[in-house]
């Protein structure tokens, strides 16, 4: 079968680039099936998240028992992954979220995780003794987002954390420009919070820009600030934590149920003041520190972990995928 697979923007066909997402394509051809571009006619369509326009580009020539659904993006993000209506369009669909995929009657998958580690006490003496924070500036103006809550963080925790990522210190005519582009997402939603533009057009002295490699950004620090995108999912963030050997403070999912145990990480509430009082504690417990970094590397050598290793999950949804077309 002639399969085309959309990019996670969703402005056109996927482009695959080597690993991981090379077992994705393997797992498909050993199936037999062959992956053409969108404008190739294929028999069947594999979204990575959704995409309105692609799929009306598609039309009717795909029946709904050919077409698949990855998310890729929570709700504040992407609303329209979300739409129950989802369900009559797609075969199935797949989410990174067992809450997800309960509430929206769909399949869970783990986040695919990356795989190269290093001793976490590597030195560590010479490491700068601060929160390392690698997330992007974005604004989404809907409800329960958390991308304010970063950025009431960032500023009442400013002296322990130093900022990597995009679009900070951008002013306030591009900051406000992102707020303007997110309202589509936030009608769609039906869900607008006047909150979610605290911090418009701040700037932070203690901003270093994008990073190439986020390990070797990471592996320069005792600590990370994790922030997550969503409650209600666990991304590559607190791996990326791990892999790199410092101490996560994090703020997000209940790790365990996800899979992680609770041990990996100073789990903190969504709150400034409550993540600045952690963050002194933490610093200054070091009997802490050497605990959550021994719990990190025991999981990294778990089979629990080698179960989200990136390659084994894109591998498994081609393989359901497969299963579903055959």
């Given at each position: 079968?002639?399969?085309?697979?959309?990019?996670?923007?969703?402005?056109?066909?996927?482009?695959?680039?080597?690993?991981?997402?090379?077992?994705?394509?393997?797992?498909?051809?050993?199936?037999?099936?062959?992956?053409?571009?969108?404008?190739?006619?294929?028999?069947?369509?594999?979204?990575?998240?959704?995409?309105?326009?692609?799929?009306?580009?598609?039309?009717?020539?795909?029946?709904?028992?050919?077409?698949?659904?990855?998310?890729?993006?929570?709700?504040?993000?992407?609303?329209?992954?979300?739409?129950?209506?989802?369900?009559?369009?797609?075969?199935?669909?797949?989410?990174?979220?067992?809450?997800?995929?309960?509430?929206?009657?769909?399949?869970?998958?783990?986040?695919?995780?990356?795989?190269?580690?290093?001793?976490?006490?590597?030195?560590?003496?010479?490491?700068?003794?601060?929160?390392?924070?690698?997330?992007?500036?974005?604004?989404?103006?809907?409800?329960?987002?958390?991308?304010?809550?970063?950025?009431?963080?960032?500023?009442?925790?400013?002296?322990?954390?130093?900022?990597?990522?995009?679009?900070?210190?951008?002013?306030?005519?591009?900051?406000?420009?992102?707020?303007?582009?997110?309202?589509?997402?936030?009608?769609?939603?039906?869900?607008?919070?006047?909150?979610?533009?605290?911090?418009?057009?701040?700037?932070?002295?203690?901003?270093?820009?994008?990073?190439?490699?986020?390990?070797?950004?990471?592996?320069?620090?005792?600590?990370?600030?994790?922030?997550?995108?969503?409650?209600?999912?666990?991304?590559?963030?607190?791996?990326?934590?791990?892999?790199?050997?410092?101490?996560?403070?994090y703020v997000g999912a209940e790790l365990n149920r996800f899979g992680f145990p609770d041990g990996i990480a100073n789990v903190c509430e969504p709150d400034e003041r409550a993540i600045e009082s952690t963050m002194k504690k933490l610093m200054a417990d070091i009997i802490l520190q050497q605990t959550i970094i021994e719990s990190g590397k025991e999981f990294l050598n778990s089979d629990t972990f080698r179960a989200m290793l990136n390659y084994r999950v894109l591998s498994q949804l081609a393989e359901q995928i497969c299963v579903e077309l055959e």
């Amino acid at each position: 079968m002639k399969i085309a697979i959309t990019s996670q923007d969703g402005k056109g066909d996927f482009r695959f680039t080597g690993p991981p997402w090379d077992s994705f394509s393997s797992t498909l051809k050993k199936h037999g099936h062959e992956i053409i571009p969108l404008d190739s006619k294929p028999d069947a369509i594999i979204f990575n998240n959704f995409s309105g326009s692609l799929l009306h580009k598609v039309g009717d020539s795909i029946p709904s028992s050919r077409k698949f659904l990855i998310v890729w993006e929570p709700p504040v993000n992407l609303p329209q992954n979300f739409n129950r209506k989802n369900s009559k369009i797609f075969n199935d669909i797949f989410f990174p979220s067992t809450i997800w995929a309960k509430q929206y009657s769909g399949r869970a998958f783990s986040w695919p995780q990356g795989s190269h580690a290093e001793s976490p006490k590597d030195n560590w003496e010479n490491r700068i003794n601060k929160f390392c924070f690698i997330q992007a500036n974005r604004w989404q103006i809907v409800k329960n987002e958390k991308y304010s809550l970063r950025r009431r963080v960032l500023r009442e925790c400013n002296e322990y954390v130093d900022i990597y990522g995009r679009n900070w210190n951008q002013g306030l005519m591009v900051d406000l420009l992102y707020v303007l582009r997110s309202m589509p997402n936030a009608l769609i939603a039906k869900s607008i919070s006047l909150r979610a533009i605290n911090g418009i057009g701040i700037s932070f002295n203690n901003c270093m820009g994008p990073v190439e490699d986020k390990l070797k950004t990471l592996r320069q620090y005792r600590f990370a600030l994790i922030i997550e995108n969503s409650d209600e999912y666990v991304s590559e963030k607190i791996v990326d934590a791990l892999l790199a050997g410092v101490v996560p403070l994090y703020v997000g999912a209940e790790l365990n149920r996800f899979g992680f145990p609770d041990g990996i990480a100073n789990v903190c509430e969504p709150d400034e003041r409550a993540i600045e009082s952690t963050m002194k504690k933490l610093m200054a417990d070091i009997i802490l520190q050497q605990t959550i970094i021994e719990s990190g590397k025991e999981f990294l050598n778990s089979d629990t972990f080698r179960a989200m290793l990136n390659y084994r999950v894109l591998s498994q949804l081609a393989e359901q995928i497969c299963v579903e077309l055959e």
